[in-house]
Protein backbone atom coordinates (compact mmCIF):
# COMPACT_ATOMS: atom_id res chain seq x y z
CA UNK A 1 0.00 0.00 0.00
CA UNK A 2 1.33 3.53 -1.15
CA UNK A 3 2.07 6.09 1.77
CA UNK A 4 1.34 9.59 1.77
CA UNK A 5 3.39 11.42 -1.22
CA UNK A 6 4.41 14.90 -1.30
CA UNK A 7 5.63 17.06 -4.38
CA UNK A 8 7.69 18.46 -5.00
CA UNK A 9 10.51 17.18 -2.67
CA UNK A 10 12.30 20.49 -3.10
CA UNK A 11 11.44 24.23 -4.21
CA UNK A 12 13.12 27.47 -4.22
CA UNK A 13 11.20 30.67 -4.40
CA UNK A 14 12.26 34.15 -3.64
CA UNK A 15 10.66 36.59 -1.57
CA UNK A 16 7.36 37.48 -2.43
CA UNK A 17 6.66 34.77 -4.47
CA UNK A 18 3.83 32.13 -4.43
CA UNK A 19 4.78 28.03 -3.39
CA UNK A 20 2.22 25.66 -4.47
CA UNK A 21 2.49 22.71 -2.27
CA UNK A 22 1.14 19.26 -2.96
CA UNK A 23 0.10 16.25 -1.09
CA UNK A 24 -1.76 12.50 -2.34
CA UNK A 25 -3.25 10.77 0.91
CA UNK A 26 -3.43 6.87 1.75
CA UNK A 27 -6.18 5.34 -0.36
CA UNK A 28 -8.70 5.51 1.93
CA UNK A 29 -7.87 8.07 3.87
CA UNK A 30 -10.11 11.10 3.81
CA UNK A 31 -8.37 13.51 6.34
CA UNK A 32 -5.17 15.36 5.28
CA UNK A 33 -3.08 17.56 7.84
CA UNK A 34 -0.26 20.18 7.41
CA UNK A 35 2.64 20.85 9.59
CA UNK A 36 5.95 23.08 9.66
CA UNK A 37 8.35 22.56 10.72
CA UNK A 38 11.10 25.16 10.55
CA UNK A 39 14.62 25.45 11.95
CA UNK A 40 14.27 26.02 15.82
CA UNK A 41 10.37 26.15 16.12
CA UNK A 42 9.37 22.72 15.95
CA UNK A 43 6.77 20.96 14.16
CA UNK A 44 4.14 23.14 14.43
CA UNK A 45 0.45 22.34 13.01
CA UNK A 46 -0.93 24.63 9.79
CA UNK A 47 -4.23 23.17 8.59
CA UNK A 48 -6.53 19.93 8.91
CA UNK A 49 -8.87 19.49 6.29
CA UNK A 50 -11.73 16.43 5.63
CA UNK A 51 -14.08 15.60 3.34
CA UNK A 52 -12.68 19.05 1.20
CA UNK A 53 -13.58 21.22 4.06
CA UNK A 54 -11.38 23.21 6.35
CA UNK A 55 -11.64 21.62 9.88
CA UNK A 56 -9.17 23.53 11.81
CA UNK A 57 -6.01 25.71 11.30
CA UNK A 58 -3.60 26.51 13.21
CA UNK A 59 -1.53 30.15 14.78
CA UNK A 60 -0.72 31.04 10.85
CA UNK A 61 -1.51 34.04 9.11
CA UNK A 62 -4.00 33.77 5.96
CA UNK A 63 -1.08 33.85 3.27
CA UNK A 64 -1.11 30.28 4.16
CA UNK A 65 -4.06 28.49 2.37
CA UNK A 66 -4.78 25.37 0.77
CA UNK A 67 -7.58 22.92 -0.59
CA UNK A 68 -8.82 19.71 -0.40
CA UNK A 69 -10.04 17.79 -3.81
CA UNK A 70 -12.56 15.19 -4.60
CA UNK A 71 -10.22 12.60 -4.61
CA UNK A 72 -8.98 14.05 -1.28
CA UNK A 73 -5.51 15.58 -2.46
CA UNK A 74 -4.92 18.72 -1.25
CA UNK A 75 -3.04 21.61 -1.95
CA UNK A 76 -1.04 23.88 0.33
CA UNK A 77 -0.65 27.64 -0.68
CA UNK A 78 1.65 30.37 0.42
CA UNK A 79 1.68 33.58 -0.79
CA UNK A 80 3.78 36.45 -0.44
CA UNK A 81 6.36 34.03 0.75
CA UNK A 82 8.35 35.44 3.35
CA UNK A 83 11.93 34.25 4.17
CA UNK A 84 10.88 32.72 7.63
CA UNK A 85 8.57 30.47 5.31
CA UNK A 86 11.55 28.40 4.45
CA UNK A 87 10.74 25.14 6.14
CA UNK A 88 10.17 21.14 5.71
CA UNK A 89 6.70 21.02 5.42
CA UNK A 90 4.85 17.89 6.12
CA UNK A 91 1.26 16.21 4.91
CA UNK A 92 -0.41 13.97 6.76
CA UNK A 93 -3.99 11.59 6.43
CA UNK A 94 -5.83 9.73 8.43
CA UNK A 95 -9.05 8.02 8.58
CA UNK A 96 -12.46 9.95 8.28
CA UNK A 97 -12.52 11.79 11.36
CA UNK A 98 -15.02 10.08 14.26
CA UNK A 99 -14.67 11.09 17.77
CA UNK A 100 -11.87 8.78 18.96
CA UNK A 101 -8.13 10.03 17.22
CA UNK A 102 -7.24 8.42 14.14
CA UNK A 103 -3.52 7.72 13.35
CA UNK A 104 -1.80 10.09 11.43
CA UNK A 105 0.78 9.21 8.82
CA UNK A 106 3.20 11.44 7.20
CA UNK A 107 4.64 11.59 4.37
CA UNK A 108 8.81 12.85 3.75
CA UNK A 109 8.19 16.53 3.09
CA UNK A 110 8.71 19.17 0.41
CA UNK A 111 12.08 21.44 1.74
CA UNK A 112 10.94 25.24 0.86
CA UNK A 113 13.27 27.33 0.51
CA UNK A 114 12.99 31.01 0.05
CA UNK A 115 15.69 33.27 -0.98
CA UNK B 1 -4.45 23.22 26.75
CA UNK B 2 -2.56 20.17 25.32
CA UNK B 3 1.48 19.86 25.68
CA UNK B 4 3.84 17.58 25.95
CA UNK B 5 7.40 18.21 27.45
CA UNK B 6 10.48 16.08 25.76
CA UNK B 7 12.83 16.16 28.78
CA UNK B 8 16.14 16.13 26.76
CA UNK B 9 17.41 17.49 23.62
CA UNK B 10 19.64 14.77 23.26
CA UNK B 11 20.73 11.56 24.12
CA UNK B 12 23.54 9.60 23.67
CA UNK B 13 23.77 5.72 24.08
CA UNK B 14 26.28 3.26 23.35
CA UNK B 15 24.98 0.67 20.70
CA UNK B 16 23.52 -2.90 22.93
CA UNK B 17 23.17 -0.62 25.76
CA UNK B 18 18.88 0.23 27.05
CA UNK B 19 17.35 3.80 25.49
CA UNK B 20 15.27 5.84 27.75
CA UNK B 21 13.53 8.81 26.00
CA UNK B 22 11.43 10.85 28.50
CA UNK B 23 8.45 12.30 27.78
CA UNK B 24 5.40 14.27 30.11
CA UNK B 25 2.76 15.06 29.05
CA UNK B 26 -0.18 17.63 30.06
CA UNK B 27 -3.81 17.50 28.64
CA UNK B 28 -7.47 18.44 29.52
CA UNK B 29 -8.86 15.10 28.38
CA UNK B 30 -8.28 11.48 28.12
CA UNK B 31 -5.10 11.87 25.98
CA UNK B 32 -3.87 10.00 23.09
CA UNK B 33 -0.15 9.83 22.64
CA UNK B 34 2.50 8.65 20.17
CA UNK B 35 6.29 8.50 19.06
CA UNK B 36 6.90 9.28 16.00
CA UNK B 37 10.44 8.91 14.97
CA UNK B 38 12.34 10.78 11.88
CA UNK B 39 15.45 10.34 10.39
CA UNK B 40 17.81 12.61 8.56
CA UNK B 41 15.90 14.44 5.90
CA UNK B 42 13.24 12.25 6.16
CA UNK B 43 9.05 12.35 7.20
CA UNK B 44 7.91 10.91 10.34
CA UNK B 45 7.18 7.32 10.61
CA UNK B 46 5.10 6.34 13.50
CA UNK B 47 6.32 3.79 16.64
CA UNK B 48 3.64 3.49 18.73
CA UNK B 49 1.14 4.92 20.40
CA UNK B 50 -1.38 4.86 23.63
CA UNK B 51 -5.31 5.46 22.90
CA UNK B 52 -6.57 4.50 26.59
CA UNK B 53 -6.09 0.75 25.97
CA UNK B 54 -3.63 -0.61 27.67
CA UNK B 55 -1.02 1.01 29.38
CA UNK B 56 2.26 -0.63 28.04
CA UNK B 57 2.33 -0.32 24.53
CA UNK B 58 4.55 -1.86 22.24
CA UNK B 59 5.40 -0.34 18.69
CA UNK B 60 7.75 -1.29 16.15
CA UNK B 61 11.89 -1.92 16.01
CA UNK B 62 11.53 -3.09 19.25
CA UNK B 63 10.65 -0.15 21.42
CA UNK B 64 7.61 0.16 23.89
CA UNK B 65 6.61 3.00 26.28
CA UNK B 66 4.48 2.97 29.25
CA UNK B 67 1.63 5.21 30.03
CA UNK B 68 1.75 6.40 33.66
CA UNK B 69 -1.88 8.93 34.33
CA UNK B 70 -0.57 9.61 38.33
CA UNK B 71 2.73 10.78 36.57
CA UNK B 72 2.15 12.32 33.37
CA UNK B 73 4.35 10.62 31.49
CA UNK B 74 4.91 8.36 28.36
CA UNK B 75 8.57 7.80 28.13
CA UNK B 76 9.62 5.79 25.40
CA UNK B 77 12.44 2.36 25.56
CA UNK B 78 14.00 0.04 23.89
CA UNK B 79 16.36 -2.62 25.91
CA UNK B 80 19.48 -2.70 23.53
CA UNK B 81 20.22 0.22 21.22
CA UNK B 82 20.99 -0.25 17.72
CA UNK B 83 22.70 1.84 15.26
CA UNK B 84 19.85 2.67 12.84
CA UNK B 85 17.92 3.69 15.94
CA UNK B 86 19.79 7.08 15.45
CA UNK B 87 17.62 9.80 14.84
CA UNK B 88 15.20 12.07 15.91
CA UNK B 89 12.57 11.18 18.42
CA UNK B 90 9.09 13.15 19.05
CA UNK B 91 6.72 12.65 21.62
CA UNK B 92 3.21 14.02 20.84
CA UNK B 93 -0.21 13.75 22.06
CA UNK B 94 -3.12 14.56 20.04
CA UNK B 95 -6.51 16.83 21.43
CA UNK B 96 -9.04 14.65 19.41
CA UNK B 97 -10.88 14.85 22.60
CA UNK B 98 -12.01 18.49 21.51
CA UNK B 99 -12.93 17.48 18.07
CA UNK B 100 -9.95 19.47 16.71
CA UNK B 101 -8.14 15.95 16.28
CA UNK B 102 -4.66 18.18 15.80
CA UNK B 103 -1.14 17.09 17.17
CA UNK B 104 1.20 18.74 19.43
CA UNK B 105 4.67 18.06 19.43
CA UNK B 106 7.65 17.74 21.26
CA UNK B 107 10.15 19.69 20.88
CA UNK B 108 12.10 16.26 19.88
CA UNK B 109 14.85 13.98 21.51
CA UNK B 110 18.13 13.67 19.29
CA UNK B 111 19.07 9.81 19.89
CA UNK B 112 22.82 9.32 19.20
CA UNK B 113 24.13 5.55 18.93
CA UNK B 114 27.89 4.94 19.70
CA UNK B 115 29.49 2.20 18.27
Known amino acids: EAGVTQSPTHLIKTRGQQATLRCSPI?????VYWYQQALGLGLQFLLWYDEGEERNRGNFPPRFSGRQFPNYSSELNVNALELEDSALYLC??????????????FGPGTRLTVL | AQSVTQLDSHVSVSEGTPVLLRCNYS??????LFWYVQHPNKGLQLLLKYTSAATLVKGINGFEAEFKKSETSFHLTKPSAHMSDAAEYFC?????????????FGTGTRLTVIP
Open chain 2, 27 to 32: SSYSPS
Open chain 2, 92 to 104: VVSDGGTGANNLF
Open chain 1, 92 to 105: ASSLAFREHVDTQY
Open chain 1, 27 to 31: SGHTS
